[in-house]
Every structure is written in C-alpha cells, then in structure tokens.
C-alpha cells in the first residue's frame, strides 16, 4: 500500500500547485538576443518552467519573498529575488566558453577547465540529424581523429570507428562503449549466412539497442591520458554515452515523429542494353560464340538496378515525459523505427523503451539512481552477395518476369536476381536489455562511497533459409534451413571511493575503485535440408525439414575480467593541472604467467591564460598547454588461446606401431601460458584556445602512439602439439598525426546567427619489425581462389593493397602485370568534418560535411564480373568503366591494382531546415522540419559509395557486392508540452 501511494504521489506532485503571485519576464543572453528553454526555478521547490521560443515565461511562485534561480547551459546561473514587481528581464552571462562545464573522463567528471586528456564532448543539439540506428553515426564528421565508416547501407548494419587510426594487426579496432557507467560487450550477436550466398552482409550493430533520442551527450576519449582508466580495453579509445535524465520541476512530455523515403543515391555505371549488344556482337566471333547467343528471345531493356532496388519508407516515432518533485527526478521514453531498406525485403524495425530514476535521502548524503532499457529488434536481410552482384551483371535484354509471372530462369546462367525475394530469407529476432544501478553516499563531506551493478542481456535467434529451384534450371540445388540462436550477458560490479578536497590553492580529487565484470556467450546451430512442404516457410517450424544430414553445434564462452585502479587530480593556484593514473587488470583469457597488466598514465595541463601576462589579455579568452602520455591495453584474442584444445576421432584415423585405433585424442591448439596483453603507448600535446570572448576557440593536438606485443598466430616451432600457436609479436603499430578543430561564432543578431565548425585530422600509420608478412582479405568471385587483396608488411600502413600493378594490354590483350607489390592504402591520411548552424528568426538550417583523401578501394566486383572475358565469355555485363577494347575476352582478368580506385570523397552528409512554430497554444515547443541523408557526395570512385568495406575485422576498403547507402529525406514534428 505505501509502495501504490509512492508512485501515485510521484504523478501527482509535478502537476500540484500552491502558488499565488503569477510572475512574468524574459531571458536574455549577453548580447539581449532571447534564449528559449532556459531553466527558471523558485528555489528550495520544485516548482519551476521553461522559457518559450522568445525567450518569455509565465511562473505561479508561492509569495512576494520567493527567490527564482534562471540557469542555460553555457551560462552563468543567476538568482533574483522577488521585489515586489510582477514582470522581470534577466540578462545571463557566458559561462567563459563553457570551462565550467563538467565533462565526463570515466569515473566521474572534471570541470572543462580542468581537463588534461584529448577530450570530446558532443551534445544532442550536436548530433547529426535523420535515421541515426547506433550512437557512433551521430558523431560522423564531427570530433577530430574520429572516423566513423558505414561500411554498408543495409538498416542496422554495423560500422567501424577508429579513433586516431588502426591499433591492432589481428583485432577490431573499435574503441570501448561505456553507457551510463557500464561498458558494453560490444560484441555482434550475428552469425554467417547460409554457403554460397549472402556472402557479403555485414553484422549487425550490436548498440541498435540505444535510441539516439534517449543520449543526452557523447564524450570521446581520444589520447591514452584520458583512457588509461580503462586500462586493457582503453587501446581503441573511448565513447562515454550518457543518457537523459528528468529535471526537477513539471513533468515535460515530448512528442516527435518523423517519416519519409530512402532511394539509391546513384546507380552503378554498367552497358545499357544497346551497348551491351553491341559489345557482345564485337566479342562473339573471339570467343566463337554467335552474337544472337548473348541475346534473350525477348531482347528487353531491362534496368536490373531498378529491379532489385525500391523507393523504401521510414517512420520514427518517439514520445517521452520527465520532470522531478523534491528529491526525486524521472525520465521515460518509448521509441519506434521501422527502416526499410533500398534492396527489396530487407529492414529493420526496433522498439525501445528507457527508464531513468533518481532520488535522494538523508539531506542529499544517499542518492540511489537506476536506468533501464530494453529494446526488441528484428531484422529482415537477404541474399546480398547473390541480388547486388546478379543485379550488375546480369544480361539486360533478358526480362524479369515470364509469361507465368514467375522470375525468370534460363539453364547454365546465374539466377535471377529478384527470384532470391521469394527463394532465400534471412530473419533475426534479438531481446536486449540494459540495466544499471548506483548508490552513493556522502561518509563524510568531500568523501563519498559509490557502488554500481550493471547488467546487460542480449538474446538473439536468427534464421536463414534457402528454397530449391534447380528443378526450374536455378543454381541452387538444395533446400535449406539454419537456426542461430546465441545469448550474451555481461555484469559488472564495482566499487569506489572519491575523496574531494580545497585548499586556498589547492584543489585535488583522489579516486580508488575496484571493478569486477563478466561475459558469458552461448550459442547454438542447428542445419536441417530438404523441405516437406513450401507453403509453411520452415524459419517457423523447422520440422517441414527432413531430419536427415541434421547438423547441430554449440558452444559457451566465458571471460572475466577484475581491475583494481586509481587516479589523482590535482590544480595549484587553478592554473597548473595535473593528472595520474593506475589501473591493474587480470583477466581469463591470458596465460597463467601473465594475468594481470598494469597500465598507467600521467598528464599535465598549464592555463597559460591566467598567468599575470594574459589575465587582461584583449585577445585570449582561454589558453591551456596539454601534455599527456600513458599506456592502454587490448585483451582481444579467442577465449581459451592460451589452453591447450583437444578433438577426438571416431574415423579410424588414428595409427600406433603400424596398427589401426578405432578412437584418439589429438591437440589441436598449442598453449602458450606467457601471452599477454597488447599494449599501446600513447604521447599527447595539445593546445586549447579561445579569442574574442570566446566567439572563436579551437585546439590543436598532435599524438603518436605505439602497439606492441601483437597477437598473431603463427607456426608452432617444432616438436609441437599442434600446427599453430598464439603469441605477442615483436612487431609495432605506429600512429602519428595532427588534429585542428575550430568553433566560430560568426554572426549573432536578434533575427540572424551564424556558426561554423569544422576538424581535419592528418594521420600516417605504419608497421615495424614484423619478421613475416601477413596476408588478409579473402578475394572473392570466380578465378580468385586462395588469392589476397591486403598485407601487413613493414614500413606499410595496415592492410595495404598489395597486389600486381597494371600496366596495360599486349598486342594479343592480355594484361602485363608487375610481381605484388604495394598498390593503394586502404587507411585514409586525412578525415574532416565541415558544419554550418544558422537561424533565421523562426527558422534554422545545418547543414554537415565529411570527407576523408588519400584513401583507396579495391573494386572486387568490377575485378570478379567486369572483364571482357566475363562479358565475352558469360554474357555478364559489366561495369562501363571497365570497358577496354584492348582486352582480351580469352583470358581471364589477374587481380591487380586495375581495379584499385580512389576512395576520395567530400559528402553533403546531413541537411536540416526547420521551423519553429510560434502562437501554439498550450504547447511549450512546436517545431517542423525536413532532413536530408547522402545529399550528395563528390568522388571518382565507380561504385555506388567510396565509404564502404564489405569484410569488417582487420581488412579495409574491400568492395564485393556493397550495399549501396541510400538517400534519405524525412518530414518530421517535435512538440512538447
């Protein structure tokens, strides 16, 4: 009973009223222009509102002595207290470019002037605007150092963040995701699809589970300073998310909505159906083939990109409601996305929910908060490598449908691709959950004891099936049906203790924590063939599949992971900073020589702006010297590596003194008990600064940075116990580089303001002592069997292009080729980021830029489908670049820097125009709009997009089949009241 009268209270509250003296005014900033949804509070209550479009507000406060508290982010709050007037104009100060501002850094929060680490804050207002399905896509384009690639355009696909470059030769170099204290798996809970189709789908992003409309902001953690406290998962670089939380005060709802349509951004460049002809006419003779032979019976002109590719809807909906009354403050949130994709049948539709809850007790000394999401996820997929290669290459005078309607299928030629809409399926279904807990308490003032459990639960059962169609002349001689059901659960518990303390010129914070985290992954498959019936599509009853040749596999993980760490932050006469940390780590999946590493960091910061030669400075607002260094680590290696693993045979295999054993045991895994982290050494100097009050500010920050003890797997030296070993190489990973980032107020009246801001990063990455070379990048298509597109090789850049360089045809068309050698770079040397916010009195437009140069792409579908002999030989068509008529149709093509291009882009990536509705009535906000995705992209590469990798891991710039991203506008309304 008491529990029912707490929450009924809890609804009640924000919406009760006792107030008397109804109190009008407006809130200005320094320049008098209005500032909408600043914060007005009457003090010691809960009472309070928020400033409308204009800058107006109206407050019932409970007598003529209340005090009201105005406060805007980025500015100084301000109290005034009740003279006896009704109606008041309140002019807020800048907060000195934000320096008072606390930031996140893991583990708590330093004041913005007080930060020593190369750090980054982007808030909501910030992000890149549209259908954002994971966190790392609001940032594309907008910090420094961070490239962001969506690797493919299918819905929810993942996409590869590098932060200052690529760390590792055998590992992900995606940096850690922390969310609300809680540092994620991070893992894909995906699996590979069925043999020889589908062969180029992307996993899924394993953070679809987070809104974008819940993230209140995101901090990147670039140098090793700033992520040393994270110690063995730091190497990459971190992203804090911090989601919202209710305010004390009216509940506040929100609505927003949004729909609107994806198109292909471009088409592939390939012969039309003329050309096509006309080039398989010249051919013919060559080949020995009759011209009338490449030319379907029904000689159409069809466009097989228009085909497979359709005008795809997309619809968001998000509502929410927050506010707080006394101690208590809440924030609840309930979304909804339904994206379809461009290739017919595939989509993604997400429901998410997120509850934030606050509260306090004991005069503020115990403060409990708990945050929950859960998020249902379901993904429908396709045959991507079979549909986007068959569309290209595909003849286009054959029709789609035949007289029975049915897609067409002729014997001895690659299928249809639109038949795979109804041949091949690929569902998956996942449940996420993310659920954290903290309680702190104050022992005694500037000492405070924090616990935080979090759990995370991922379970996911994804389906693939393939249907016969070799009775009509298909390629696809089987059915079949596969389940993947995989569960992923992480939970963390830790403990720690901060100790604040001032003096007249000191001021320092002591942290000491303990943290205990664990990760469990099971997973399932289960294979069946050959299917009773059609009309019940198996991927919901399995048992329409014969039980013969059934295939079933599991497996279980389990990592754990304990750390002991601390850090010290001190500033003397706020001038002088410094920073040191220590974190120690032990975890399961290294040798039992080597469990813990131990990963410190120092950092030191110098505001040279308020030394006695700039305090009065007319010019520097805001001047700090950065130097940091430390060392971070990377545990990413199998589980079990360094165990010995054993298999048994029950084929009669196994032989001892000339005599047959019926059964055996063999090691299949060398144990190596000395393996050890990764570790990653980091050097940092950087400068902030700020001019004209802070109308203009930047940083300056250049960082080199080393990877050593690499794990690779390599021959086992002999006498061994299996082929193979895992080890930590002698090689280096370097990365070096510049970052600028620059902020500029341009203009600001009170109809019209400018902002610009824009980063370009410079980075060179290179491979020392590496004893032997290392080839990665399976080429995939016809004639490239056991052949590699990358290497890793010594004074190299990670997985460069190394491959025969082309150099022309001879007489006969034959293609002269150099021996491999280093042909492109598949890491660019420069990312940027251009964004540009105006308002026009009630209407605004961003518009946001991203680019990277010096960046090359292997073309591996135009290298498996784009030669005359592919054309000549298979009636395939081909892409018109490629089109040579010196080459010759008898040989097949050599894999060769021929199909390495220019991965150069600049990409009007996002554009937003809105207006803000005023006179609405009873609402606090109403605001319209219309965003742009892909609006347009420059570049000289011939595939649909030049941001693209089809393999993931540790391969880079490889296209086989990409998914074009698409081109989305959508019209939406946010309301709130």
């Known amino acids: 009973m008491k529990l029912k009268l707490l929450i009924l209270l809890m609804f009640i509250i924000p919406f009760a009223s006792t107030a008397q003296i109804q109190i009008t005014g407006t809130v200005l900033d320094d320049q008098n222009i209005p500032l909408p949804s600043a914060s007005v509070l009457e003090k010691g209550t809960s009472n309070g509102v928020v400033t409308d479009f204009d800058g107006n507000f109206t407050i019932m406060v409970s007598d003529s002595n209340a005090i009201l508290l105005f406060s805007y982010i980025g500015f100084e709050s301000q109290e005034i207290a009740l003279d006896g007037s009704s109606s008041y104009t309140v002019q807020l100060i800048t907060a000195s470019t934000g320096l008072d501002e606390v930031v996140l850094v893991g583990y708590g929060g330093v004041k913005s002037k007080d930060v020593t680490g ?26 420094a150092g961070v490239n962001v690639t969506t690797g493919s355009g299918e819905p929810g696909s993942a996409i590869d963040i590098n932060i200052r470059g690529v760390n590792s030769i055998g590992s992900s170099s995606n940096p850690l995701f922390v969310v609300d204290g809680v540092p994620l798996d991070g893992g894909s809970s995906t699996s590979d699809g069925l043999s020889g189709v589908g062969g180029t789908s992307r996993p899924k992003n394993p953070l679809n589970f987070l809104n974008p409309q ?73 080949v020995g083939r009759e011209p009338a032979s490449y030319i379907d019976s029904e000689n159409t002109n069809t466009d097989w990109q228009d085909e497979v590719y359709r005008t795809a809807q997309v619809s968001n909906h998000n509502l929410g409601f927050s506010g707080g009354a006394g101690s208590t403050t809440y924030s609840v949130s309930l979304g909804y996305l339904d994206q379809e994709g461009v290739v017919e049948t595939t989509e993604h539709e997400s429901i998410t929910g997120r509850v934030n809850l606050g509260t306090s007790l004991l005069d503020d000394r115990l403060k409990f908060r708990a945050n929950l999401a859960i998020a249902n996820l379901t993904d429908e997929s396709q045959a991507l490598g079979s549909v986007i290669t068959g569309a290209l290459r595909a003849n286009p005078t054959s029709p789609v ?29 996942s449940k996420r959950i993310l659920a954290n807990f903290t309680t702190t308490y104050t022992i005694v003032d500037g000492l405070d004891y924090k616990l935080n459990f979090g759990y995370e639960n991922s379970d996911t059962d994804r389906f693939f099936r393939l249907f016969n169609n070799s009775v009509d002349g298909g390629d696809q001689g089987q059915d079949q049906v596969t389940q993947d059901s995989r569960e992923d659960t992480n939970v963390l518990i830790e403990n720690f203790l901060t100790y604040t303390k001032s003096y007249d010129k000191w001021n320092f914070d002591v942290l000491l924590g303990h943290s205990y985290q664990t990760f469990n992954n099971t997973a399932l498959r289960i294979e069946r063939f050959d299917f009773s019936t059609t009309e019940i599509d198996p991927i919901f009853n399995l048992g329409v599949a014969s039980p013969e040749n059934t295939t079933v596999a599991s497996s279980n993980t389990e990592r754990k992971l304990q750390s002991f760490f601390g850090r010290f932050n001190a500033s003397f006469l706020d001038k002088y900073l410094v920073t040191a940390s220590l974190r120690a780590d032990g975890s399961s999946v290294f ?48 589980v079990r590596v360094t165990q010995a693993s054993f298999a048994t045979s029950f084929d009669n295999s196994f032989t001892f003194a000339g005599t047959t054993v019926v059964n055996g045991v063999t090691t299949t ?39 050593t003890d690499l794990f690779l797997e390599v021959s086992a030296p002999v006498p061994a116990l299996a082929s193979t070993i895992f080890v930590n190489s002698d090689a280096e990973v370097i990365n070096k580089g510049f970052e600028f980032a620059l902020d500029v107020n341009v203009v600001r009246t009170e109809d019209f303001s400018l902002d610009l801001t824009g980063n370009i990063s410079f980075l060179d990455n290179s491979i020392e002592g590496l004893t032997t070379d290392i080839f990665v990048g399976n080429i995939s298509g016809p004639g490239a069997s056991g052949e590699f597109s990358s290497i890793f090789t010594n004074g190299e850049s990670a997985g460069s292009f190394f491959l025969p360089r082309f150099q022309g045809f001879d007489a006969d068309g034959v293609e002269i080729v ?153 019209f939406g309304i946010d309301l709130s009241f």
């Open 669 to 707: 895994r060398t144990p190596n008990p000395d393996l050890k982290w990764e570790v990653t050494e980091q050097y940092n100097i950087g400068l902030d600064w700020a001019i004209l009050n802070g109308k203009v500010s930047g940083t300056v920050d250049y960082f080199y940075k080393t990877t």
């Open 118 to 143: 190369a750090v980054k804050v982007i808030g909501a207002d910030d992000f890149n605007k549209g259908v954002n399905n994971a966190p790392g896509q609001l940032l594309q384009g907008k910090i």
């Open 818 to 970: 150099s021996d491999p050698e280093i042909v492109g770079d598949a890491l660019p040397n420069s990312i940027y980021g251009l964004n540009i916010g105006t308002t026009y009195k009630n209407f605004d437009l961003t518009l946001g830029f991203n680019g990277v140069g010096g960046i090359d792409i292997f073309n591996n579908t135009a290298r498996a489908y784009s030669s005359a002999a592919s054309l000549g030989q298979n009636g395939n068509n081909i892409f018109r670049e490629y089109l040579d008529v010196d080459e010759s149709p008898l040989v097949a093509p050599v894999s060769s820097s021929r199909f390495i291009e220019d991965g150069s882009f600049f990409r009007l990536n996002n554009a937003t125009l809105g207006w803000n509705i005023e006179d609405n009535g009873f609402l606090d906000t109403l605001r319209v709009y219309v965003t742009g995705q892909n609006i347009f992209v420059i570049t000289d590469y011939s595939g649909y997009d030049p941001e693209i990798n089809t393999q993931g891991g540790n391969v880079y710039g490889v296209d086989f089949g990409g998914y074009p991203r698409p081109q989305t506008f959508i």
């Open 591 to 638: 040798g039992e020589n080597n469990k813990y590493g131990y990963f410190p960091a120092v950092a030191l910061g110098w505001r040279i702006s308020q030394e006695d030669f700039l305090t009065d400075s007319e010019v520097f607002s805001n001047l700090k010297l950065r130097l940091g260094w430390g060392q971070t680590g990377n545990q990413a290696v199998p």
């Open 401 to 429: 449908f035949g007289a029975d309607g049915q897609p067409t299928t002729r014997a001895g030629a690659t299928d249809n691709p639109v038949s795979f809409f109804d041949l091949y399926r690929d569902r998956a279904e």
């Open 214 to 286: 819940d993230i209140e902001s995101i901090t990147v953690l670039k140098d090793a300073s700033a992520t040393a406290i994270y110690g063995t998962r730091g190497a990459n670089g971190v992203i804090l998310i911090k989601t919202k939380e209710g305010k004390t005060g009216k509940t506040k709802f929100t609505l927003s909505s949004s729909a609107g349509f994806a198109t292909v951004a471009r088409d592939v460049d390939l012969l039309s159906a003329s050309e096509y002809r006309e080039q398989t006419a010249r051919l013919a003779p060559i």
